[in-house]
C-alpha cells in the first residue's frame, strides 16, 4: 500500500492545474514532456503537446490506428492504396468533429497495429486531436502468438517509459496513456508483469493507465489488487468496457475506491443476443451520476475504426459490433438518449469534458 506523503504528492502532482513536475525517468525529460517548464495543464498528442484545455469533448477509448496494419492488405491497390485510405478515414474523422467531438484517444497498442505515422497524418488532416498508447493489451501465453518487449516488470517498465519519454517507433511521437488489457479476472503471471510496468511507468511521467476489463466477471477488483499493491493512485485508472456489467455494486465499489469507470460498449446493448441491454447500461450511467459519480465516468465507442472503412459485406465479427454511425453513436444516439432520462448537460459536460481533461493532464 501507498504510504501517506508518497499519496498526497501524487494527489497533487495529477492535480488539473498543478505547477509541479513529478521526477521522468530519464532526467532530461523531466522539463521536455512539454518544453514549457512550469507550465501546468499539459495533455500529450500526437502532434505533441497540448494545453489541456484545449482538449475539449473526447472520446477517451477508441482504435484508429489499427486501420494501416490490419486493413491495408484489404485495400488493394486498386482501390487506391493507402493514400486513398488515409482519405476516407480523414473524411469521416472531419464528421466526427463536425458533430462536436474535439479529442480521439487511440488505445491500439503495439502488439495490435498501432501507427503513430498514420495517427499523425489523420490527426494534421482531419483537424482532431489524437492521443496514442503505449502498453500491451495481449499477454501470452493465453494469445501464443504475441511475444512481449521484456519479460519483466523492469524491463518492460523501460518499454513504456521509452515509449512516453523518447517516441514510439523511432518518431518523436510520445504516447500520452498507458493501456493494458487483462482478459479475464484471473490475472495471469505475464498480465501481472503488464500492470505492475504499467503502475511503475505511470508513478515516474504521470500518465493515466487504462484498462481492458472483463467487466462481467467483476475483473476491476482483482486488477485493483495488484494496481494498490504496487503504490497506484487509483484516481489516475480507468476500468474500460466497464459497462458488460449491469452491476451497481460491482461499479459503487470501484468508484468509491477512486477508480473511474469507462462506459464504452453501450451502443452492442443495442444487438439483441447481448447483455446487458442499451437501457440498462444508460440506466447505470444515470444511477451513477444521481450517486454523485459523474466525475468518475467515460463515455466512448470502443471503435475499430478500420474496420468500419470497409465495405459492410466484408466486415468481420468485431467490426460488426460497432455502433452502425460509428464513432457518432455517442453525440447523435447516447447522449439524447440520456437526457431523455433525466442526466443533465451539467452532468455531461463533465463525463465528456472535464473528466478527460484532468485524466488526461501528465503535468
Ligand atoms: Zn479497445
Partial sequence: MTNRREFIKRTVATGIGAAIFRPVAGASETAGLNGLPGHAGIAQTVLGPLDASKLGFTLPHEHIA???????????KAWGGKSEFVAKAVEKLKLVRAAGVNTIVDLTTYDVGRDVRFLEEVSRKSGLNLITCTGQLFFPPKFPDVS???????????????????????????????????????????????????????????????????AAHRAGESDAVV?????MNPSRVSFDHSDDSGDMDYFLGLVRRGYSLGMDHVHRGLLPNIKPSFERRAECIKLLVDADFADKIFLSHDSEFGGSLLPAETRGFREKLDPPDGMLFITQKLIPYLKQIGVSDRNIHTMTVENPRSFFTVS
Fill in 66 to 76: 489499427d486501420g494501416p496494419y490490419f486493413y491495408l492488405p484489404k485495400w488493394p
Fill in 148 to 214: 512481449m518487449p521484456a519479460r519483466t516488470i523492469a524491463g518492460l517498465t523501460d518499454f513504456f517509459l521509452r515509449e512516453i519519454n523518447q517516441g514510439i517507433d523511432g518518431t518523436g511521437v510520445k504516447a500520452g496513456v498507458i493501456k493494458i488489457g487483462i482478459i479475464t479476472n484471473h490475472v495471469t503471471a505475464l498480465e501481472e508483469i503488464g500492470l505492475r510496468a504499467a503502475v511503475r511507468a505511470s508513478n515516474a511521467t504521470g500518465l493515466p493507465i487504462r484498462i481492458h476489463t472483463d
Fill in 227 to 231: 494496481l494498490e499493491d504496487e503504490g
